[in-house]
């Protein structure tokens, strides 16, 4: 026999309040990463709606090239060290199409399928969509 235990968390706002904290929360952690040509750099940022779905867009490009070790630079090709961001976040839907600049490269997909329901905070698990 299993034993399942489920615990939920209530958050101490709303949904909408929710959404606007998580915003923040990502343009605060984009600024504070950013600094001599490393970091997040933000291309996009604009609300977007299609098909009666209503949310922000975002397009940014990590360059994460100072983050890593310098043995990983020195077998990294030119250009794996940087990576495009497409998200479309209609909240509690978001789709994120992450891809990486070097054609020998893989693309990878996040979506979360089910909304988050009853303020709860689900995660859900990343899935690899296709390999170029």
């Known amino acids: 026999m299993v034993i399942r235990k489920e615990f939920r968390v209530v958050l101490p706002c709303s949904v909408?309040?929710?959404q606007v904290g998580q915003l923040y929360s990502v343009a605060?952690?984009?600024?504070n990463e950013t600094g001599g040509g490393e970091g997040i750099e933000v291309l996009k940022n604009e609300p977007y709606e299609k098909?009666?779905?209503?949310g922000q867009y975002t397009l940014k490009v990590y360059h994460v090239s100072s983050k890593v070790p310098g043995f990983v630079k020195m077998f990294a090709p030119a250009g794996s060290l940087m990576f495009t961001e497409e998200a479309w976040n209609a909240y509690p839907y978001c789709r994120t199409v992450v891809t990486v600049s070097n054609p020998k490269t893989l693309d990878l997909y996040f979506s979360n399928p089910k909304p988050l329901l009853k303020q709860c905070v689900i995660i859900i698990s990343a899935h690899l969509a296709h390999v170029r």
């Open 51 to 54: 098909d009666g779905e209503k």
């Open 28 to 31: 605060e952690a984009s600024k």
């Open 16 to 18: 909408e309040e929710y």
